[in-house]
C-alpha cells in the first residue's frame, strides 16, 4: 500500500479587505473573537494550519511542498498577528507556526474565560 502525501498548494492571498477585524483581540474580547476569527480562517484557506492538520512536510522527501507549507503557514501567522491587540503579542513571540500561536492564545484566554465564569457562579 503507497503512502499518499496530500497536495500542498500554495494558497491565494487576495483577502486582504476582510483579514483584519475591527476589533482586535484584547483581554476581554476572546468570546467574540473567537467567533468571528474562524470564519476568516475559512475564507483565507488557512483552518488546516491553524487548528494542526496539516503536517510539515519532510524537506528531504518534498522541498517544493515544504516551502509552499512553510509559505502557507505564515501568511496566516500574519492573519492572526494582524487581529490581535499589540498587548497579546506576549503570548505569540517567538512561536513559529500558526498552529502553537492558536494554540497558545486558546490556552490563554480559556484558561482565563473559565475562571471569570467560576468567580462569577461561585463568588467568595
Known sequence: M??????IKKLDHVHASITRMKDPLDDTSWMIWCEHIPRIFSICGID????GKLEHPDPA?????TTT???NDMY???IITNNISKDQMVHVTRL????????SL???HETRDYQ???AITYPF
Open 2 to 7: 503507497a503512502l499518499t502525501v496530500p497536495l
Open 48 to 51: 488546516p494550519h491553524v487548528y
Open 61 to 65: 522527501l518534498d522541498p517544493e511542498s
Open 69 to 71: 507549507w512553510d509559505i
Open 76 to 78: 496566516a501567522q500574519i
Open 96 to 103: 513559529d507556526t500558526v498552529h502553537k500561536i492558536w494554540k
Open 106 to 108: 486558546e490556552a490563554i
Open 116 to 118: 471569570i465564569a467560576i
